[in-house]
């Protein structure tokens, strides 16, 4: 459908990172988990994004859970590398790390934290770049951040060739709809939505690809949808959008009056990955808490309704 | 496509308000401006919303406006009255008074200036029900009154009959399909999304139609948009909004140096208007102010890149 | 201390307003309210502020509060009114009748709802002093119009003439003393605080007056407070404040479970008032709930703990 | 005043983190400010902390100036450190660092980046008191962290003996008086203000100290100011404070067109020690600037307004 032949694109899903009970990395259960995701027909695999509870991993924990994608997929897919640290200095250090280590491109948010100017964002991206040789995605996700990329400061990082690819988590469709009308003429960009419930429309309004946090549980779900999307069957992506922004309700298991927006989204995605016994366990890092035995049990109806149990 | 039979659907400008340079109502102008739209197959008008200016009218010319659109309308298409004030008594107020004047449906946002918890806002909405016989829209509109109507507070409403159905500002997509499909089953609701430039994603994802503040400049793009989503023309229903998300950058026009996002909205759309003769000025009430000679040029060339002048 | 000789200082209560039943002015509890706080010696009194239910009641509530206040504090102290609206053309039409109504000052916020720049919010306290001829204060409010008056405006606002005083409700202390830095050369400047707890600290940093919603319930402590100050026995004004400052926590009293931060502070004041039998019952304006027995209870006990009840 | 035996107390710089032209550690200029601060009788040193551009440095580059501050301190007066990462684990392998190279204490934020509930927020603070030996100070610091500590979770934090302390950068004095007045029973919990400008103000208030970036500029003053407070010479405290609020203007010297707050902030301050000649060159992390030449005078003119130079 679009001129652009991005360099990203598809189901990428946004990698969990498997612990154990002690807080390292569980190695086997990410090995399966990479081999359940690639079988299932992934395009790419985004690890240590926030979904990766890349905030909650020391640097060692990082640098394992990277190793071990990138060793698991083994070239079959590309593997971009979340580099989400607080300012330049520190963001330069871990995409030195993950380019070494064989990242295919590393994801870089704005600066947090740190109170900055939007000529301070943009510099940080441009320092960023200068300091790493593999392509660059800009990471939208202001929830995390607290500062919103602007369609005017990624079309021009863009378009000087800064970032080769926007993830956007922003929840602003209207400004991702901008940056893919504004990058029409930029044909290695890749517009990637982070928004797992409105995929179909995404894909509507010109994304390339998704990078939905529940493909780690129902991968193919995700894949046939944007192959109907690609086919421009698009009654048919609407109804497995819909199936999966059903499923996608399992992030409301954890009660809210105990659970924070990280805990309910990771911990229902580990809940339920460990109910379909990709991984082992569904432990998440301090101060997240698991999900209880009952929305455990949630989790577990809605995998059913969805036919995934 | 949905089985749901919703009162309102397909395209409902959001209409704006003509002044004069005294800050009246310019009557003549809305009464053309009325014409235009319904002309153009727009299914209903949408007056005195955030687009209408509400919360820049005093309540005399609120009332005058909303005359003049129902009686200029005279029942072709039903006309909904933004009903935004601070709290229950003073909603209520005034949708006694839209109610009188022949309003087919009240649009109501939560409490703001005041800080209230969600029980509250759902006691709002009920209390605002109970009050008058007509149609009652919620309005998602957390840009302006700081507080976001969750998926649950939305359904709650919806499935007990307070609210018929939802005019969603709000930026979030993801919360808007959800309501879609939690909607489903209950025929008469309506889900009209305000995001201009994603009404092809929306209408995908499920909407009954969209609330455009850009359809006061370019009414027939819309009516094209929603009829080829109607027909499941999808390509075309994408390269009409794409056609549309370009023209919506008049919104871009005035300085965010010296415009707030109510002047650089509304005064882009009066200026448009202006420009196409539809209106005599494109005044708008302080403190907003209008755009510059420079400015205008700018919206000017949007409109002959699409066609418009 | 200060050379200043501020038009309003002291004790500047922000009256409640009590309502019958119906939600109407209850003008007898009102008449009593007010000669409570002035025999207590309070300096002024702030009609239809946030504690006065602005935003809750009618215009011809409205109206009928502020001619209660005015024709029973009959001259022996000056009486502000809020005129709470949500843009220029609606703030200067309240202005205009609070001025008609004998009203002393008028205390205008920044526009809300409305999206405005700071060159916008400049304009608009312009507009309103340009309309009328009373003294008009600055209230800074973020927390209800969500946009911050900054030390620029304020200052360059106080310079010009155009505003007479500043209400500070906004927490930021540090502006505010800077602020009061600014404004030592401007004789008729009020700098008024409007948080109950710090009032000591706010007129050792340089304040002239305060505006505490607590001070409806126990204006003795706060006359003692302020003379302590005036007097310069701060340990004194730090024992009463710290008194003040525990009895505050009644607005902690309704749960916050279900109720806003409106239904917390104004519900708590009504309750006290209702329990110290200045007015007649504790009842609130919708959305807001009254306290329920326990909570009451809660309340009482405070009172007793303080020595008012 | 207080019948507390506040562990920390007084004046307790956070101190800048003087680096060179390539970003690295400027230990002789770092050696010099500690020297400058401690024989100007400052009472703690808090290294690391915003102020210290904890956020813009590598790990080793934190090691380094942690390292420096606590050998130059040599004992003479304790060293906190910020311990400022994004979540438990994180928090955790900076604390242990800390403690192993000689910290008399840790601060520490709560969670960012993550979203988190504030049971999570607690269960946070628990578990890195559990993990590391040394006393633990909560930071409160929202514009930062997004997540604002309240009254009853500090209270609470500290009653179960969690934190020895607050370092409240809030802004929320009324929040931070309910802390001192709750506190009251715990005598060696230390109530520690960030808010430079209104040290007089929240010492009246019943603070134990303060943490004023500033104090890295003018020591001197800040050791006067708290010195008067002790002393009850309460109108010498509040013009010692009104000198040292004009001169925190310095903050304002930097362009708000090009320069965001930690910009605006440490920038300043590095400046102005430059201008002191105490460190050798205001050079900051990415992406941060330094000041322009004509930013520089700016703060030079103050500089020497307030006979620092």
New interface residues.
Partial sequence: ?SPRTPRFRGVVPPIVTPLTTE?EVDAASLERLVEFLIEAGVDALFALG?SGES?????S?RDRALEVVIGTAAGRVPVLAGC?E?????VI?RAEIAAKLGADAVVVTP???????P???D??FR?VKAAVEVPLLAYDVP????TKLTVEQTLALAADGVIDGLKDSS????GF??VV?GAAGMPGFSALTG????V???M???ADGAVPGLANVDPHGYVRLLRACAE?R??D??AE??RL??LF?IVEAAS????????RGVGAFKTALALRKVIDRPAV?????ELTAEETRTVAARLEEAGLL
């Fill in positions: 459908m807080g926030s905030a909650f991993l020391t640097d924990r989400i607080t300012t330049t200095p520190r250090e600066p947090f934290y740190a109170r900055v100017h000529v301070e964002v510099r940080h320092a929830v995390s951040v607290h929840g602003d469709d209207v709809r901008q009308l928004h797992e419930v409105v179909d429309a995404m509507l309004a010109g421009a698009w009654a992506a609407r959008q819909d922004a059903r309700r809210p009056d105990s659970a924070g927006g990280s805990t890092a301090a101060p997240m808490r």
